[in-house]
């Protein structure tokens, strides 16, 4: 190593810049200009995880685990698990192929893969507009992109988003806010459970 790290000067830099996207402020929760990387599959076929980038930041979705009848508490909870899995496949379709797609899938695995095949070759050169989330796990607070409704296209003008910053997202805000007041903001995305949450 030959800098000096004894000396600091106009080029020493105040703090180590995050390499993700954090949410710091509520301007933070819409985000311009990312671009999908990669629709992640789990290799043991539990979950899929969407993974963007807005200039070198990384940005990701929680880890998406797929909904099994036989674990959820009710026929209720799997239903509404199923919906926002599909719900959030769909947005990225609709983004990326086409307003009105039609897929059939063998099972969730199947699912994903198709979607990511038909998206793919689109992501490097569709910018979109994404609505980030707050989490919280054990006091901590981490960034994601949000599961409901999370992408829109750039050519939708800003004052006409319909990406819309929640009553819950500012609560999450302030709460972050006032934890970070105590203790240090990790740097890392939410840390996934082994159980899914449905």
Not at 1 to 21: G, L
Request: glycine share 2%; charged share 30%.
């Amino acid at each position: 190593m030959s800098e000096n790290i004894f000396r600091i000067d106009s080029t020493t830099e105040e703090a180590t810049p995050s390499k993700f996207v954090l949410i710091n402020k509520e301007e933070d929760f819409i985000q311009d200009n990312v671009y999908i990387k990669s629709v992640d599959i789990d290799p043991e076929g539990r979950y899929f995880q969407i993974q963007a980038e807005k200039n070198g930041q990384q940005l990701q979705t929680q880890r998406q685990y797929f909904p099994e009848r036989e674990r959820s508490q009710s026929d209720e909870t799997f239903k509404k698990a199923v919906s926002i899995k599909r719900g959030l496949l769909t947005s990225l379709l609709r983004k990326f192929h086409s307003e009105d797609p039609v897929i059939e899938a063998a099972g969730w695995v199947d699912m994903v893969q198709k979607v990511d095949n038909l998206c793919k070759d689109k992501y490097a050169t569709t910018p979109l507009r994404v609505k980030l989330e707050l989490v919280e796990n054990k006091g901590k607070y981490y960034t994601n992109i949000s599961t409901f409704a999370p992408f829109e296209n750039m050519t939708v003008p800003r004052s006409e988003t319909e990406l819309k910053v929640t009553a819950k997202d500012r609560q999450m805000l302030a709460n972050k806010s006032t934890e970070e007041k105590v203790t240090p903001d990790s740097d890392t995305p939410a840390a996934a459970k082994d159980e899914a949450p449905f």
